[in-house]
T-cell receptor
């Protein structure tokens, strides 16, 4: 069974640009969550989607958004990038029971 | 707000020695608890989880953890560490939304 796949692995963007990150969950998993990891703030929850609906949202500005498609694949978008958005963005998928989250390798975003 | 505390930022142990990483959590009615490990530049790998039942849980790579409700703790242990265990370890709480501790970086010396 393939694991959680995140693309791209690395991104370099300029301040003010926008970026879209993609996450393909494990087959059969309907819940997808996103996390931001930075040295200063650690791992912080962004949002969680289940069956195309956002169920939970973390404390991030509206520049951070996401969506989930009917095949459970998810994307997150960050608009008007700031230097502080540089981070490792991790996606995790769970089955309907949410008994454990399986993480992807992450997308390393660098904003210059 | 729910919180998870890992009091040790960095721990160094000799290869073959025993290990205990500490984790304390704010009380919740159903404390779903997890330990994850992260190697540099990689995602998180689940070591073990606790939902209910037996308070001593076994995980992968020879790790175990003990849930102690009276102490709000979920410490991770391994009787004998290997050089490949060097990584960052995160304790987490929750289910749909995970709250992570700040992590403990483990260094192994030969």
């Amino acid at each position: 069974k393939a694991g959680v796949t995140q693309t791209p692995r690395y991104l370099i963007k300029t301040r003010g640009q926008q970026v879209t990150l993609s996450c393909s969950p494990i087959s059969g998993h309907r819940s997808v969550s996103w996390y931001q990891q930075t040295p200063g703030q650690g791992l912080q929850f962004l949002f969680e989607y289940f069956s195309e609906t956002q169920r939970n949202k973390g404390n991030f500005p509206g520049r951070f958004s996401g969506r989930q498609f009917s095949n459970s694949r998810s994307e997150m978008n960050v608009s008007t990038l700031e230097l502080g958005d540089s981070a490792l963005y991790l996606c995790a998928s769970s089955n309907y029971m949410n008994t454990e989250a399986f993480f992807g390798q992450g997308t390393r975003l660098t904003v210059v | 707000a729910q919180s998870v505390t890992q009091p040790d930022i960095h721990i160094t142990v000799s290869e073959g020695a025993s290990l205990e990483l500490r984790c304390n959590y704010s009380y919740g009615a159903t404390p779903y608890l997890f330990w994850y490990v992260q190697s540099p530049g990689q995602g998180l790998q689940l070591l073990l989880k606790y939902f209910s039942g037996d308070t001593l849980v076994q995980g992968i790579k020879g790790f175990e953890a003990e849930f102690k409700r009276s102490q709000s703790s979920f410490n991770l242990r391994k009787p004998s560490v290997h050089w490949s265990d060097a990584a960052e370890y995160f304790c987490a709480k929750g289910n749909e939304k995970l709250t992570f501790g700040t992590g403990t970086r483990l260094t192994i010396i030969p």
